[in-house]
């Protein structure tokens, strides 16, 4: 069955469902793990969800319907998704409710044997390539009263018009690519995602073109690698339709630039490897684009950076990062490290901290290397003791904090341009919105102003935020 036609479909069972659930006032809940991809994805699932006549609601205990929306990129996502599923197995008894499961984790054989020996009251198991057929699994195990278990292996479609709930109406994320083909050796997303495709030009600009008819203001651009965005189509000769001069990542900033009504646009995750100079020029030259560029970096040791299958030294990140620092006025940088990759030794972890002190972060994401199953990283014999992994973690931690506590300072006294989002969730007197930079600025406004990016001048810097007042 082409795409087209699969989608018509599953439209078809949302019709079903919601006919059988007419005037019956059912809730669901959503759990998600993982990424921003992750989130899109339950958005998706959101939106089907509503449209076969369900409510969303905070509470388990209300729910009829339960769906995980799991990761697998890290260990302690599978003891959450297992102590979640304990909690409901009394909900189940009590009261029939509908447990529906999807995402990454459900592409690991190892995982889905659990679930069937140890947790057989779960009704629907759904991965990533089937996450569209959540409509036609949830009618056929409501109205059969069977199991349903819907995960295959390929190397993934993408599928267009599945309705979204999303869940701001201020900042969208928007999918431009699936999967991954570079193998990282210590990630599992290449396995569960499948290879690289990107969507069509034509879908994402009429995507964002809606999203700013509907009044959003801020774009994310998601991938796992965004800026090799349609490179595998041209190196395969896959046909693709040039739309509106998009054809490649950095001709898909400039298009989405033009676009009235969108304020900013920001992208997750780029790969160093693939920073390209038009991507930068694109960056510079696009003024809504952010200046704020995340550039994973994982391991400042060149050693380690192979055993990785990263494709670039601790020479060429740095070299990239003065580049970009000389082209892109007001860049700042944020980044992802992992800590205790196997055969790291403390020597190598320097020169980690070697490039954090030399690139002065905005932001950085750290991780303690975990041993995912089906990756090379974990049949690797020299794996780093866990007392070790936790004394560099710290280590890294306690630099990254002081760095950030010394560029918040910078900050005083500024005029920072900041996208309202809404009351502060800890002082619902103040504003909460973000800089340029990503920064969270607090302050006392008229809520007129969510949703509008004013001028703020900042006052005092804490950790985690900065405070702001109107300028
Ligand atoms: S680029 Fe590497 S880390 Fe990122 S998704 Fe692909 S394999 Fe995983």
Same mark, same amino acid.
């Given at each position: 069955?082409?795409?087209?036609?699969?989608?018509?479909?599953?439209?078809?069972?949302?019709?079903?469902?919601?006919?059988?659930?007419?005037?019956?006032?059912?809730?669901?809940?959503?759990?998600?793990?993982? #990424?921003?991809?992750? *989130? @899109?994805?339950?958005? !998706?699932?959101? /939106?089907?969800?509503? &449209?076969?006549?369900?409510? %969303?609601? +905070?509470?388990?205990?209300?729910?009829?319907?339960?769906?995980?929306?799991? #990761?697998?990129?890290? *260990? @302690?996502?599978?003891? !959450?998704?297992? /102590?979640?599923?304990? &909690?409901?197995?009394?909900? %189940?008894? +009590?009261?029939?409710?509908?447990?529906?499961?999807?995402?990454?984790?459900?592409?690991?054989?190892?995982?889905?044997?659990?679930? !069937?020996?140890?947790?057989?009251?779960?009704?629907?198991?759904?991965?990533?390539?089937?996450?569209?057929?959540?409509?036609?699994?949830?009618?056929?195990?409501?109205?059969?009263?069977?199991?349903?278990?819907?995960?295959?292996?390929?190397?993934?479609?993408?599928?267009?018009?599945?309705?979204?709930?999303?869940?701001?109406?201020?900042?969208?994320?928007?999918?431009?690519?699936?999967?991954?083909?570079?193998?990282?050796?210590?990630?599992?997303?290449?396995?569960?995602?499948?290879?690289?495709?990107?969507?069509?030009?034509?879908?994402?600009?009429?995507?964002?073109?809606?999203?700013?008819?509907?009044?959003?203001?801020?774009?994310?651009?998601?991938?796992?690698?965004?800026?090799?965005?349609?490179?595998?189509?041209?190196?395969?000769?896959?046909?693709?339709?040039?739309?509106?001069?998009?054809?490649?990542?950095?001709?898909?900033?400039?298009?989405?630039?033009?676009?009235?009504?969108?304020?900013?646009?920001?992208?997750?995750?780029?790969?160093?490897?693939?920073?390209?100079?038009?991507?930068?020029?694109?960056?510079?030259?696009?003024?809504?684009?952010?200046?704020?560029?995340?550039?994973?970096?994982?391991?400042?040791?060149?050693?380690?950076?192979?055993?990785?299958?990263?494709?670039?030294?601790?020479?060429?990140?740095?070299?990239?990062?003065?580049?970009?620092?000389?082209?892109?006025?007001?860049?700042?940088?944020?980044?992802?490290?992992?800590?205790?990759?196997?055969?790291?030794?403390?020597?190598?972890?320097?020169?980690?901290?070697?490039?954090?002190?030399?690139?002065?972060?905005?932001?950085?994401?750290?991780?303690?290397?975990?041993?995912?199953?089906?990756?090379?990283?974990?049949?690797?014999?020299?794996?780093?003791?866990?007392?070790?992994?936790?004394?560099?973690?710290?280590?890294?931690?306690?630099?990254?904090?002081?760095?950030?506590?010394?560029?918040?300072?910078?900050?005083?006294?500024?005029?920072?341009?900041?996208?309202?989002?809404?009351?502060?969730?800890?002082?619902?007197?103040?504003?909460?919105?973000?800089?340029?930079?990503?920064?969270?600025?607090?302050?006392?406004?008229?809520?007129?102003?969510?949703?509008?990016?004013?001028?703020?001048?900042?006052?005092?810097?804490?950790?985690?935020?900065?405070?702001?007042?109107?300028?």
């Amino acid at each position: 069955m082409n795409k087209e036609k699969e989608i018509e479909e599953q439209k078809s069972y949302i019709n079903k469902v919601k006919e059988m659930n007419k005037g019956k006032d059912l809730k669901y809940t959503i759990l998600t793990m993982g #990424c921003q991809l992750n *989130e @899109n994805d339950s958005e !998706k699932i959101c /939106g089907m969800a509503e &449209e076969m006549g369900y409510t %969303k609601t +905070q509470n388990q205990k209300d729910a009829d319907l339960a769906i995980f929306n799991t #990761c697998c990129v890290r *260990e @302690n996502a599978e003891d !959450k998704l297992f /102590g979640k599923l304990g &909690e409901l197995k009394k909900l %189940k008894e +009590q009261k029939g409710i509908i447990i529906a499961i999807g995402g990454c984790m459900m592409q690991e054989k190892h995982i889905i044997d659990k679930i !069937k020996e140890s947790y057989p009251f779960v009704d629907i198991v759904f991965g990533t390539h089937t996450l569209h057929k959540f409509p036609e699994d949830l009618y056929k195990s409501i109205q059969e009263k069977r199991k349903i278990e819907d995960v295959i292996d390929i190397d993934g479609e993408i599928y267009e018009g599945l309705p979204i709930k999303r869940d701001s109406n201020i900042k969208a994320s928007v999918t431009i690519m699936n999967g991954c083909n570079n193998f990282c050796s210590y990630c599992i997303v290449p396995y569960v995602r499948g290879r690289e495709r990107s969507r069509n030009p034509r879908d994402i600009i009429n995507e964002v073109r809606e999203l700013a008819k509907q009044g959003y203001k801020e774009i994310t651009l998601l991938g796992q690698n965004v800026n090799s965005y349609l490179r595998v189509e041209k190196e395969k000769n896959i046909e693709f339709e040039e739309y509106e001069g998009v054809n490649s990542f950095a001709t898909l900033l400039t298009a989405i630039n033009k676009i009235d009504g969108i304020e900013r646009i920001r992208f997750v995750s780029p790969h160093p490897k693939d920073f390209t100079d038009d991507v930068i020029d694109a960056i510079a030259k696009c003024e809504k684009v952010c200046k704020l560029v995340h550039l994973p970096l994982q391991s400042g040791n060149t050693k380690v950076l192979k055993e990785m299958n990263r494709k670039y030294t601790k020479e060429q990140y740095l070299n990239l990062v003065e580049k970009m620092k000389n082209r892109i006025p007001n860049l700042t940088l944020s980044t992802d490290i992992i800590v205790g990759f196997p055969g790291e030794t403390d020597e190598e972890f320097e020169d980690t901290l070697d490039v954090v002190r030399k690139v002065k972060f905005e932001q950085v994401y750290m991780f303690i290397y975990s041993r995912r199953v089906g990756t090379p990283g974990d049949k690797m014999e020299n794996q780093v003791p866990d007392d070790i992994k936790h004394v560099r973690f710290d280590k890294l931690k306690s630099l990254v904090e002081s760095q950030i506590e010394e560029n918040n300072k910078k900050y005083i006294g500024t005029i920072q341009k900041v996208l309202v989002e809404g009351e502060s969730k800890n002082n619902k007197e103040m504003l909460t919105g973000r800089t340029d930079s990503n920064k969270v600025v607090i302050f006392e406004g008229n809520k007129d102003l969510i949703n509008k990016i004013i001028n703020l001048e900042i006052v005092s810097e804490h950790m985690w935020y900065l405070k702001g007042k109107e300028f």
